[in-house]
């Protein structure tokens, strides 16, 4: 896959069970944003094919029923009130399911559903698209470094629902720079370098027993790959 | 189509000062030439002239802004249960009719006030068709630039393309080829220019032979008045279709 001249990504092949944290690390450039992205239908591939429970994403958009994304940086018209974005995406699954409003009510989202996006500061449009991403109880998370730009109490309610949701059964999908936060959360590490799978481990395998700290493990099992 | 994305998406746009800036200008404009001129029309011709500039440069230059303004928005919405062409056609359309009603509150309104008739129709008639065409054209070269500076750049130079270097080349052609057989070619390169359809349309209706201009003379000689106004209608429309076509292939393949 690549962007213009520029190639995101080169020969991936994953295969990710649902019922999962897992955590997509690698330097900056190293294709994960473009990785998850073009799970969601944002950047299409040049080649290679993407599924989802058996289908082809290219087959249609209906897929992303079942998906829920948050974007590093989220942003919203100006004049668009907090409670108007909530009405369009409820409108766009009409017929939808029961939804989960657990963050809207942790977050505290009623309090400024009638604010306008270009009155709420970058923490607050983040908290919106992370009730968005989890209102419909979706079967697959996607979430690019997700409290990036979070306060540190925040940050805490959004890991606790990843862990809450992985017991569901779903898959969840983080990218991240922060280790020490995917060593709580994740129970699979996949290491994209260049746009290559470098490693792609259950965290237990990485740790080995060890008792090392996630960050020391990964180093070590990195520079133990020939390929590098 | 998803009538809760447009809906928003139009009031947003309600909602923006900018649409309400173009409003007010737009009136304060068409009251002083109504006022200052007796002949009504000949307010409507000058009002015509003035928005033949305005609006077009209004909706390249906001359009664009907007489209690239919109981009994180337009991502978010790809991200949901949607179809992409329905996204574009939400936000064309939004953007369309929020300028359009500008232009209705700015030109309708004081023009119908005056009675100013069936020519004022047209001119109303005349500036929507515009909008929607510039609309178009702005997120024509939108999806055609990744990067928002060259998006305005090209739609700067649509502008000036269309308004002011389009009539010189025109000029040299008749001025060139003036001993030739030429009407048909004339006509052709009149539909070329969207802005010069919507003059000969308003100046088919008003009937003032010697603000015509050689392509409208063309025009009417061609065609007589009615099936001059009705080819002039079907070319404005194609000048919304076919930009329209091509922006949403090329946005169905972009990479957000």
Redesign the interface.
């Known amino acids: 896959m690549s962007?213009g001249k520029f190639k995101a990504l080169k020969g991936i092949d994953l295969k990710i069970e649902k019922g999962q944290v897992a955590a997509l690390m690698g330097p900056n450039g190293s294709g994960k944003s473009t990785l998850l992205?073009s799970i969601?239908?944002?950047?299409?591939p040049e080649s290679g094919k993407i599924l989802i429970s058996g289908t082809d994403i290219k087959d249609g958009?209906?897929?992303?029923?079942n998906?829920g994304?948050m974007?590093q940086?989220?942003?919203?018209?100006?004049?668009?009130k907090v409670r108007?974005?909530f009405?369009?995406?409820k409108?766009?699954?009409n017929g939808f399911k029961k939804t989960d409003e657990e963050l809207i009510e942790k977050f505290k989202i009623h309090e400024i559903s009638e604010k306008?996006f270009g009155q709420l500061s970058g923490g607050y449009k983040q908290r919106v698209?992370a009730s968005i991403a989890f209102l419909f109880d979706p079967e697959i998370l996607i979430l690019d470094e997700p409290t990036a730009s979070l306060d540190p109490l925040s940050t805490e309610i959004i890991k606790t629902k990843i862990l809450e949701t992985k017991k569901k059964d779903k898959l969840i999908i983080i990218s991240s720079h922060i280790i020490s936060e995917m060593d709580e959360l994740a129970g699979r590490i996949i290491y994209l370098l260049d746009g290559s799978v470098k490693l792609n481990l259950p965290v237990k395998d990485i740790k080995n027993g060890s008792g090392e700290r996630l960050g020391k493990a990964i180093t070590r099992v990195l520079s133990k790959s020939p390929k590098i | 189509m998803?009538?809760?994305?447009f809906k928003?998406?139009l009031?947003?746009?309600l909602?923006?000062k900018f649409i309400l800036i173009y409003s007010i200008i737009l009136m304060v404009m068409s009251f002083s030439i109504i006022y200052i001129g007796h002949d009504s029309s000949k307010a409507v011709i000058t009002i015509l002239n003035l928005i033949l500039f305005i609006i077009p440069l209004i909706c390249l230059i906001f359009g664009t802004i907007h489209f690239y303004n919109?981009r994180?928005?337009i991502?978010?919405?790809?991200?949901?249960?949607?179809?992409?062409k329905n996204i574009f056609r939400a936000e064309y359309l939004a953007l369309s009719v929020s300028l359009s009603l500008g232009f209705l509150i700015g030109v309708g309104f004081p023009v119908m006030l005056y009675g100013l008739s069936l020519s004022g129709l047209y001119l109303i008639v005349t500036g929507i068709s515009l909008t929607f065409i510039f609309t178009a054209l702005a997120f024509l070269s939108s999806v055609l630039n990744k990067d928002k500076v060259k998006g305005i750049g090209l739609s700067i130079i649509i502008w000036l393309y269309l308004t002011i270097i389009f009539d010189g080349l025109v000029f040299l052609v008749i001025y060139f080829f003036n001993d030739y057989p030429i009407d048909r070619f004339i006509i052709i390169l009149t539909s070329l220019n969207p802005i010069d359809l919507g003059r000969i349309l308003m100046l088919l209706q008003v009937d003032v032979s010697a603000l015509m201009g050689f392509t409208g003379a063309t025009f009417q000689k061609f065609f007589g008045s009615i099936l001059g106004k009705a080819v002039s209608i079907l070319f404005m429309l194609l000048w919304i279709i076919l930009p329209l076509f091509i922006s949403v292939r090329i946005f169905k393949?972009t990479?957000?």
């Open positions: 962007y992205k969601l239908g944002l950047v299409i958009y209906l897929y992303r029923n998906v994304y974007p940086i989220a942003n919203y018209p100006e004049n668009l108007e974005l009405d369009i995406v409108d766009i699954r306008y698209t | 998803d009538k809760k994305i928003y998406i009031f947003d746009l909602r923006n919109s994180e928005f991502q978010f919405l790809l991200t949901q249960p949607v179809n992409r393949k990479n957000f």
